[in-house]
């Protein structure tokens, strides 16, 4: 009977593509660019804030990613630039997108297997986390 609740909850998250939590961010539009071989895939979405205060985003974690981090891409002097950063605020009622060319997920040593879905828990400042369903895509985005 605990297995099967277990398999049901698990379901259920893959099932659904937008989970509001206490903390007050919802995550939408969820997925990862899977690329050939091992070569790191990234991690994009939407982040919103329902609160009034500032939420801060501080870190991730997904089956099929040996560490997923969070990044940023930019342009400096002309050359594109990625780095690891360690937070992400999402501004008070506001709305913060996760894309190519910006913010985005480091999915490191992936097994994301293309056409599935799987849960990614974003952990957040005040030690809370928002689990999301993330779609697994090709190199093309679709």
């Known amino acids: 009977m605990k297995r099967l609740f277990e398999s049901a909850v698990i379901l259920l998250l893959i099932a ?12 939408t539009d969820g997925w990862f ?18 609160s009034g205060a500032p ?4 870190g ?7 560490s997923l981090m969070l990044h940023r891409s930019s342009d400096k002097g002309g050359m594109s630039h990625m ?17 190519p060319g ?9 097994s994301l297997k293309i056409g599935t879905r799987v849960p990614v828990d974003l952990h957040l ?5 928002v689990v999301a ?6 190199a093309t985005g679709k």
């Open 16 to 27: 659904t593509p937008v989970l509001a939590q206490p903390s007050g961010l919802v995550v």
């Open 33 to 50: 660019r899977s690329l050939p071989g091992k070569l790191p895939a990234g991690g994009y979405f939407n982040a919103r804030s329902n």
């Open 55 to 58: 939420i801060v985003i501080t």
């Open 60 to 66: 991730a974690e997904a089956p099929g990613c040996a």
């Open 83 to 99: 780095e690891m950063v360690d937070k992400v605020t999402v501004p008070p009622g506001g709305t913060l997108s996760f894309a």
């Open 102 to 110: 910006g913010y985005h997920l480091m999915c490191m040593n992936p």
């Open 125 to 129: 400042a005040d030690g809370s986390k």
């Open 133 to 138: 369903a993330f779609d697994v895509r090709g």
